[in-house]
T-cell receptor
Framework: SAVISQKPSRDICQRGTSLTIQCQVDSQVTMMFWYRQQPGQSLTLIATANQGSEATYESGFVIDKFPISRPNLTFSTLTVSNMSPEDSSIYLC????????????FGPGTRLTVT | KQEVTQIPAALSVPEGENLVLNCSFTDSAIYNLQWFRQDPGKGLTSLLLIQSSQREQTSGRLNASLDKSSGRSTLYIAASQPGDSATYLCAVRPRGNAGNMLTFGGGTRLMVKP
């Protein structure tokens, strides 16, 4: 299984500011995924990040609001821009792995509160 | 569009009880189904992965079954313990080109009382 770390683990931010979340994986992976979990809700995929190309965003998420970097095969960042209280969520980094490459692993999450 | 439902949304049981969590999905064209555990404010821990060709998987006190034709999976927890208290999520992975897009259920919040 993959070991995933995220920084920061939590943050409290003011409206209108931006926060960059870092995700580090202990092995090289082709794709990294960013999910959002709003309070009391299940997980929603924000985007898929491949190394060397632009991230692919899901419906309802745009690059200007959630820019993503993927500089190498073990690291990615997600920025939450111009934050509002509605952005208060847990943000989770995820990768695929396992013998058949189709088991999903998640990082510990970044708990963001926007005031 | 795949929809995943988990029933019940919340469950409270006394320690030692055996229990079953349910997950249903609308589109049977799945690649696999995965059960996760999430502690409050934390990330997800993978518990069991069932491929579409499999009927069940076991890990310790946990047993997950899959009936693809009826669109159902169950997670059986034997001899529950207070440490099992968490939210349990199921997620299905579709076949084909959308295979990277997991669809999650809403979760079952389990509390095991000592």
């Amino acid at each position: 299984s993959a070991v995933i770390s995220q920084k920061p683990s939590r943050d409290i931010c003011q409206r209108g500011t931006s926060l960059t979340i870092q995700c580090q994986v202990d092995s090289q992976v082709t794709m990294m995924f960013w999910y959002r979990q709003q309070p009391g809700q299940s997980l929603t995929l924000i985007a898929t990040a491949n190394q060397g190309s632009e991230a692919t965003y899901e419906s309802g998420f745009v690059i200007d609001k959630f820019p993503i970097s993927r500089p190498n095969l073990t690291f990615s960042t997600l920025t939450v821009s111009n934050m509002s209280p509605e952005d208060s969520s847990i943000y989770l980094c995820s990768v695929e792995g396992g013998p058949q490459g189709k088991e999903q692993y998640f990082g510990p999450g970044t708990r963001l509160t926007v005031t | 569009k795949q929809e995943v439902t988990q029933i019940p949304a919340a469950l409270s049981v006394p320690e030692g009880e055996n229990l079953v969590l349910n997950c249903s999905f609308t589109d049977s064209a799945i690649y696999n189904l995965q059960w996760f555990r999430q502690d409050p404010g934390k990330g997800l821990t993978s518990l069991l992965l069932i491929q579409s060709s499999q009927r069940e998987q076991t890990s310790g006190r946990l047993n997950a079954s899959l009936d693809k034709s009826s669109g159902r999976s169950t997670l059986y927890i034997a001899a529950s313990q207070p440490g099992d208290s968490a939210t349990y999520l199921c997620a299905v992975r579709p076949r084909g080109n959308a295979g990277n897009m997991l669809t999650f259920g809403g979760g079952t919040r389990l509390m095991v009382k000592p």
